[in-house]
């Protein structure tokens, strides 16, 4: 369903949910849409969930009044200032790949977030990324200026599974310096999405109930540390075999 003029309509977003009254709406879909202009999505001030990736947008003032948003996907959009974003207390996971942010700098207004633990600004599952990402430096300096941040591109900065990133990070530093070890590569999972596949499909109240409960959220976390270890695994083989061809070109020419 596309948004027509690119616009966000009331009647738009109606039918997209079934819901009569804006304020009911928990969850909400619109990634490929064509939007450009978030019209009056700042309605929706009961939304805890909101995707809005491969859009056409490129100003989030209207995000202003979603202070109870927790999860926002804007990844693959025309985004080079998230003023707006600072008034969103709630927000925990947020997800800005595949914008226009040249810098470090352009994230100083999250700093008020206090919640915010997860944040993407590269994915390497869709090859897509903003220009600051070209900094060798980046994943050291974003979390100078977000300081609560757990997950920085998917990968630890703090709490639990954190030890574990380091030393991977260290293992490929030392595999990329040295020489390949002996046998074949061996294949790991590809990494795996920023979110469930279900993650924007509306649940029962049942489920609502059962995801906050203390088991489901240790099933949870269980799930993340995996999802990380695949990816760091998957780190590891690149880099072994880029050092195995860097090897073997070598002794082909002496």
């Known amino acids: ?132 990402c070209m900094s060798l430096t980046y994943k050291k300096d974003v979390p100078t200026i977000l300081p609560t941040l757990q997950v920085l591109d998917g990968e630890r900065l703090s709490g639990k599974g954190s030890e574990l990133f380091k030393l991977c990070n260290e293992i490929d530093q030392t595999l990329e310096d040295g020489k390949p070890r002996d046998g074949p590569v061996k294949e790991y999972p590809k990494a795996q999405p920023w979110v469930p596949k279900d993650y924007w499909t509306k649940k029962s109240k049942k489920m609502d109930g059962f995801e906050n409960s203390s088991i489901h959220d240790a099933e949870e976390q269980l799930k993340e540390l995996l999802g990380s270890c695949r990816v760091l695994s998957e780190q590891a083989e690149e880099s072994v075999y880029s050092s195995l061809m860097r090897n073997t070109t070598s002794l082909e020419n002496t």
């Open 1 to 132: 369903m596309a948004a027509g003029d690119g616009r966000i309509t009331k009647q738009m977003l109606k039918c997209r949910t079934g819901e009569f009254d804006l304020e009911s709406i928990h969850t909400l879909d619109l990634k490929e849409m064509d939007i450009g202009d978030l019209g009056c999505l700042g309605e929706c001030t009961g939304l805890e969930r909101l995707d809005l990736s491969r859009n056409d947008v490129t100003r989030l003032y209207a995000l202003a009044s979603l202070t109870n948003l927790i999860t926002l996907n804007l990844s693959a959009n025309r985004i080079c200032s998230l003023e707006g974003l600072q008034a969103l207390d709630n927000l925990e996971s947020l997800n800005l790949a595949g914008n226009l942010l040249g810098s470090v700098g352009d994230l100083r207004c999250l700093s008020s977030l206090e919640k915010l633990t997860d944040l993407r600004l590269r994915d390497t599952i869709h090859d897509i990324a903003n220009p600051m």
